[in-house]
Structures are given as structure tokens and as C-alpha cells.
């Protein structure tokens, strides 16, 4: 399956995958609604973005109780809005934080790749999301573990 | 290998253990279903509640779904005695049903608290679909409703009762709302919202009768201040169904006591979902935890293990979400656990709240309240059931959760909860998607 490849070192912060995610996911150039988020580190010096990794147990999944998430085409868990009722139980279920809510429409919504296309990738002026036929992986902890240090050692950790 | 799996209980647990079955199993057996109701979603009845979805939404399977998968269904049966010597379920209307292994999925119902009134008309509960129907009837646009119980089961149907029209009082005999979902500070940030939202909330009161008043209800406290509505909803707490096992072997505390495969005492008997005391994920200690994600989980491992598979269970994490007026309040794992190294987080002026559990440098526990508008409120949630669920080690980002509690992706990400959470799978192998069922038989 082809997964999102995240090099987060090449990430510049532009925030152009969470514009283009939300035109393509709601229609609003709105990053409140993208389902990839870019998250600032070191004091906002350095950025990666973060989104679902369609994990195998599909914790979103088989934990809605009427099915309203299901798997793609494109191998992605993916809201069925028809079912969907709003429960949030998804957004606990999920242990990466990836499935949201949206208030406006009372529906669970999160990354189901763009159906095969995503546009976040297409957003990327540097090819910090790539779309990939490789085995996903944590994509961000050493960068982040290694940003986050310096951190803690500067300031122990307090602001 | 059994051939004839009979399940008891057409709720969440029952209705994944026989779809795992059919997903798992090589050559072909037969399933029976015996279920009190047509199987339906206990967790959806609030969208049915306020006609944000039709009646028909909340049913699980169809009978021509059922047929497909080769069921057989005894619905609007109970079943009254397990012989586990025989391997025979007797049922209410006394017919007998044999089976080589049998999953005992029976679920909860409502109790009222014991008041005089509690049984006359307009005074309900909500937990099944037909009580869910009675309270249909009984509210209309202006209605007073005095829900009578501060719980989970109220505040999941909180929104509904606002949305149709009524003015609703809570009542509760506790000092506090939510007493088991949210510690102290946390209720008092929902209270104070829900106030400001236009929700009266009576707390530390005790009700003492419910009589009728000519056409309304009359709810009378040991207190004094008498309440005058419409319609009163007796939130006041579940019990297991289990009294019709009592003759038959299995042993129970205040569940069925189970293994990690989910077996009780006798082998060839297993027990899911709200009846099953299984091993709690946090604790490693027996527990009851009445959830639907618990209910899950248990069905689809039973299920595996009666389609002969051998999968142990890890546990079940509580965790539990509610919304109120669009303040999202969740809590997860050992929330309470007075031994732990605790943090709280707040921002009053934006009605936000975290409280984090540490065991060593591990979360066993956390609380998050926060607007549903807020971004990073959502991403939370989730990041944090992640990191009680791994039991993840924080090392020195502990002390960066506890400086910064609203910045819980750094410490998230950083100490590489994602990557221990990938191979992750509650049966072994990538969960199918509803619909996808292959049927051997």
C-alpha cells in the first residue's frame, strides 16, 4: 500500500499541506480542518507535519458502533458521513490523535488520502511529504526527540 | 473443534464475536443468536433521541444480514438457565438450545433508584431502545425534564434533551457531577459551563418521592424545594444480567470471572462486554468496565478464540467521552488513582482542563476538558489514550508533559508512541473493514 512518507527535515512550517488538505477534505481553505497538522518545535525553529498512518488495527474502525468507517481504495480508513452519527468515540479510540470532529457538520472526519491522490503531497514545495509504496513508520521521533532535547536542555523543560 | 457456537446477547459484544467467527474460522460452523431485542446500537440512541437520525440508523444487522452470515436467531428470546454439564441453554419460552462452546454477551439494564414513584407514569430510563422510545413520546418543544442522576448515562443524552426544546433540571445525591468519569475540579469546570448554558444543576440533594400532580410530576427531596416538570428520566445507575446464571456453575464476582482468552471457569463457556470481569489494561486487575469499546474488543477476541484461534487479550483501557454544550470532557485509565504523581493544567477563561497520572515515568491516567472548537483539544484526546494505552516510557519528557500539560504531542512524538503503537493489533493480524466479511459456510 502506498503510504504517506514524511522526511521531516525537509518540513519549511509554509503550512501549504494543511491549506490544500482542507480544500480538498471540507472545501474551505480553513487548517482548522486539515486533517495533517503541522506542529512547530524548538520554539517554532523547526516544523513537521503529523497525519494518520492508516494504522492495521484500524482503532477508529472497530470501534465505531454503526460501521461508518471503512477502507478505501486506496487503503485508507475512511468516513462514511451517511453513517456517521458524531458519537466521537473514533476520536478517543484513536491512539494517534488523528481521527477530528467537526462541529459545523456533527461528523468524525480524518485522512483517507485524498482517495489515492493526496494533495498534501501535491502542496509540499519540498517533498517532505512523499506518497510511496514503503512500510510506514514513526515517521517524526527522532526529530522530534533530538529537537525536543535541545529544549530540555536549555531550559529544563520550563518555559 | 466446536461446531455449534451459541451466543447470547445481540449487543456489541455478541454482534463482533459472531462476525469474527465468520472472518476467522476455516470450515464452516454454526452460530446461534438468542437476543432479547433486535440487535441495535446502545451507543447512537441519543442521535435517535433528538431525530438527528432515523429509528432504522440504529440497528446493527437485518435479518437478511443475519441469514447471510448463516445465523440462526432466536430475537425477542431470553435466555433463563445454562446447563453447563449438558452444554444446553434453556430459553423463557422454555425451548432448549446445545452448543459445543457458548459466549454469554447479556449486557446491562437500568436501575431507578428505589423512591415511591419511581415506577408511575412520564418517570423513565434510558438505556434500551424502547425506554429510548418512551422518552420520544414524553418530550415536546417547553417540556421540563428533571433528570435524576449526574452520570454518564445523563450527559450522554444532555445535548438531545436541549435540542428538543425542554428545560432540564439535574439532580444529583452526590456532592458533584460525573463522580465517575472526572475528579473534583474537573466536574466543577463542566458545572460551572453547563450552568452558563442555561442547565440547572441541583447537587447533594436526595430525592425521597415522585408523585403526580395534576397531569405534571411532582420530585420531593428530603431537603425540601419540591421540583414541578413534565418528565423524569431516572439516570441512577446499571446492573448486570446475570441472575439467570446463578444455578449454573460459572463463577461470577461481580462479573463473570474471566481469563485472558476470555473464558470463565467452565472452558467451553466465555463472557464479553459488560457482564465479563476481565483483566483491566492499566491495573492488570480484574474489572468490570460497562464500555463499548470493552465490548468490542472482548467480542472480537472471543470470537477468534472460538473460530480456534489463540489470542490472549491484553486488557481493557476505560475510557470514556462526553459532550455538553460543546465542551468536550474525556477521561482515560487510572484517572483517580491517589497514589500517582499527578499534574493538573488550567485554563479557566476558556473552560480547559488536563490532569495527568504518572506511575514512574509512565501516563496510567488522564483527564481533558476543553471547547470542541479547539484544535489541539481533539488531537489530545487521542495522543493521550496513546500514551496510556502504550504505558509508553517518557523518560525526561515527563517532566516536559508536566512544565508544558497543553503541549502533549511534543512529549507524544518524542518519545515514540507512534512506533509502538504500529504493529499493535487486538487479534493478530490488520482489522477488516465493516462489510468485508468472508462467510465459509
Known amino acids: ?159 | 473443534m466446536p461446531r455449534r457456537h451459541l451466543i447470547i446477547g445481540g449487543g456489541t459484544a455478541g454482534m463482533n464475536a459472531m462476525r469474527t467467527i465468520r472472518e476467522e474460522e476455516r470450515e464452516p460452523s454454526e452460530i446461534t443468536l438468542v437476543s432479547a431485542e433486535k440487535p441495535y446500537s446502545r451507543m447512537v440512541l441519543p442521535y435517535y433521541l433528538d431525530r438527528s437520525i432515523a429509528e432504522q440508523h440504529v440497528f446493527t444487522t437485518s435479518a437478511a444480514l443475519l441469514a447471510q452470515w448463516k445465523v440462526k436467531t432466536h430475537v425477542g428470546r431470553r435466555a433463563a438457565a445454562l446447563d453447563t454439564k449438558a452444554n444446553v441453554c434453556t430459553l423463557d419460552d422454555g425451548s432448549k438450545v446445545e452448543y459445543d462452546d457458548c459466549l454469554i454477551a447479556t449486557g446491562s439494564s437500568a436501575v431507578r433508584a428505589p423512591v415511591p414513584g419511581a415506577d408511575g407514569a412520564n418517570v423513565h430510563s434510558f438505556w434500551t431502545l424502547d425506554e429510548c422510545r418512551g422518552v420520544i413520546a414524553s418530550v415536546t418543544p417547553g417540556s421540563h425534564v428533571v433528570m435524576i442522576g449526574a452520570g454518564f448515562i445523563s450527559f450522554t443524552i444532555l445535548n438531545s434533551i436541549l435540542a428538543l426544546g425542554a428545560k432540564l433540571t439535574i439532580v444529583e445525591v452526590a456532592p458533584r457531577i460525573l463522580p465517575r468519569m472526572i475528579d473534583d475540579a474537573g466536574a466543577e469546570v463542566i458545572e460551572e459551563w453547563l450552568r452558563a448554558h442555561g442547565v440547572t444543576i441541583r447537587t447533594n440533594v436526595k430525592v425521597t418521592k415522585i408523585e403526580d400532580a395534576r397531569g405534571k410530576k411532582r420530585v420531593k427531596f428530603a431537603s425540601g424545594g419540591d421540583l414541578v416538570c413534565d418528565v423524569v428520566i431516572m439516570a441512577t445507575g446499571i446492573k448486570t444480567n446475570l441472575e439467570w446464571l446463578k444455578d449454573s456453575g460459572v463463577r461470577m464476582n461481580r462479573g463473570i470471572i474471566v481469563d485472558d482468552h476470555l473464558r470463565s471457569n467452565v472452558p467451553n463457556v466465555y463472557a464479553a462486554g459488560d457482564v465479563a470481569e476481565g483483566r483491566d489494561l492499566v491495573s492488570g486487575q480484574p474489572a468490570l468496565h460497562a464500555i463499548e469499546p470493552t465490548a468490542q474488543e472482548h467480542g472480537r477476541v472471543v470470537g477468534a478464540n472460538m473460530a480456534g484461534k489463540d489470542v490472549a487479550y491484553k486488557g481493557s483501557l476505560i475510557i470514556n467521552i462526553v459532550e455538553v454544550c460543546h465542551l468536550d470532557a474525556a477521561s482515560f485509565g487510572a484517572w483517580d488513582d491517589a497514589k500517582a504523581d499527578t499534574v493538573v493544567g488550567a485554563k479557566r477563561d476558556r473552560s480547559a482542563y488536563r490532569k495527568y497520572l504518572f506511575t514512574g515515568d509512565r501516563l496510567t491516567g488522564a483527564i481533558i476538558i476543553g471547547r470542541s472548537g479547539d484544535v489541539w483539544t481533539t488531537n489530545d484526546v487521542g495522543m493521550l489514550k496513546g500514551l496510556v494505552q502504550t504505558g509508553v516510557r517518557l523518560g525526561r519528557f515527563k517532566d516536559y508533559l508536566k512544565a508544558h500539560p497543553f503541549d502533549v504531542k511534543t512529549a507524544y512524538i518524542a518519545s515514540g508512541t507512534a512506533g509502538t503503537l504500529l504493529p499493535e493489533t487486538v487479534l493478530g493480524r490488520p482489522a477488516k473493514a465493516p462489510g468485508e466479511t468472508p462467510v465459509a459456510v
Not at chain 1, 480544500?23 to 474551505?28: F, I, K, L
Not at chain 1, 487548517?31 to 520554539?43: D, N, T, W
Open chain 1, 1 to 159: 500500500m502506498k503510504v504517506l512518507k514524511i522526511t521531516p527535515e525537509r518540513c519549511t512550517g509554509c503550512l501549504r499541506c494543511e491549506i490544500a488538505c482542507s480544500y480538498v477534505q471540507v472545501g474551505a481553505f480553513q487548517p482548522a480542518k486539515s486533517v495533517i497538522r503541522v506542529s512547530p518545535f524548538e520554539g517554532h525553529t523547526s516544523y513537521a507535519p503529523y497525519t494518520c498512518t492508516q494504522c492495521a488495527e484500524g482503532w477508529c474502525m472497530t470501534a465505531c458502533p454503526v460501521g461508518a468507517i471503512t477502507i478505501n481504495a486506496a487503503g485508507a480508513k475512511d468516513v462514511l458521513d451517511d453513517r456517521c452519527v458524531g458519537c466521537k468515540l473514533c476520536t478517543i479510540a484513536c491512539p494517534y490523535g488523528t481521527v477530528f470532529y467537526d462541529a459545523s457538520t456533527r461528523k468524525a472526519f480524518k485522512c483517507n488520502l485524498c482517495g489515492g491522490d493526496p494533495a498534501c503531497v501535491h502542496a509540499c514545495p519540498t517533498a517532505a511529504i512523499e506518497y510511496e509504496e514503503v512500510a510506514t513508520r514513526d515517521w517524526l521521533h527522532d526529530f522530534a526527540a533530538e529537537r525536543a532535547s535541545h529544549v530540555l536542555a536549555t531550559n529544563g523543560g520550563r518555559r
